[in-house]
């Protein structure tokens, strides 16, 4: 859980429909260091997934990611 003595930041993009907003987003986003990433949508995943192998992105609203995003080099977490 969190604890509250940690920090927690939400930043937040918007890019409406401009693609080279939302590459620039993700590069802005990823210069940051953030234990982890959240992107609605496909068009906000893949650019950033394409800026990191090592942050974590949860994406949501993607209704088939492994064709929408680049899966061979997917991990999962040991999950117990």
């Keep these: 859980g969190l604890d509250r003595r940690s920090q927690l930041r939400i930043e937040v ?14 590069v802005e986003l990823v210069a940051t260091e953030p ?21 974590p992105i949860v994406f949501a609203l993607v209704p088939d990611p492994v064709a929408a995003v680049d899966v061979t080099y997917w991990h999962f977490a040991d999950i117990k």
């Design 13 to 26: 993009r918007w890019s409406g429909d401009n693609p080279s907003e939302v590459r620039r987003h993700a």
């Design 35 to 55: 234990d982890i990433i959240v992107a609605n949508g496909a068009a906000a995943a893949v650019p950033l997934i394409q800026a990191t192998r090592t942050i």
